[in-house]
């Protein structure tokens, strides 16, 4: 078997990560990867702000909001991770990008139902010079 080394350690783990959805890939993989990473999760809201608030118990997160879009206008975000079903995927990733305020985003795959929404997901993300 070939044992790669592992990944570089970022340089910073106080960024502030924020999570849109609170299901299993969330709840089961993202969130268990960040802890032990020593990420720091500040932020999480759900379509259903019970479940985004039963997970943000479970794994320490500080601040629940109220909704995607409450999410979205939080300033002090840094990075966003989208885990929702794919065609739901491109309304949050335009949302942000039209609010600026992620530095980066992580989306599932698929990123979309079809390619050329998925081109869009992309085409979105360019700084706006670049589009
Ligand atoms: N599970 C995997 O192994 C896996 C692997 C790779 C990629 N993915 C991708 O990641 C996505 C999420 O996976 P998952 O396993 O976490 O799914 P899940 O357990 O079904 O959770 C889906 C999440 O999306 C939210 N959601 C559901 N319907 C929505 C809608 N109409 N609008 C906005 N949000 C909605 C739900 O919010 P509420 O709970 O608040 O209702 C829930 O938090 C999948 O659809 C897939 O594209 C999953």
Do not use: W
């Not at 039963?54 to 840094?78: C, G, K, W, Y």
């Not at 079903?85 to 980066?104: D, F, S």
Request: glycine residues 4%; aromatic residues 4%.
């Amino acid at each position: 078997m070939i044992e790669f080394p592992p990944p570089p350690r970022p340089r910073k783990l106080d960024t502030r990560i924020s999570i849109l959805g609170s299901g299993f890939i969330v709840n089961d993989c993202h969130l268990p990867s960040y802890r032990a990473a020593g990420f720091n999760v500040a932020a999480i809201a759900s379509r259903n702000s019970e479940n985004a608030s039963r997970v943000a118990a479970a794994h320490n997160i500080p601040t629940v909001h109220p909704s995607f879009e409450a999410l979205l206008d939080d300033t002090s975000l840094e990075v966003l991770d989208i885990a929702v079903p794919p065609q739901h995927q491109l309304a949050l990733i335009r949302a942000a990008c039209a609010r600026g305020t992620a530095k980066a985003i992580l989306a599932q795959k698929p990123l979309a139902l079809n390619y050329a929404d998925a081109v869009t997901a992309v085409e979105v993300c360019a700084p706006p010079a670049s589009r």
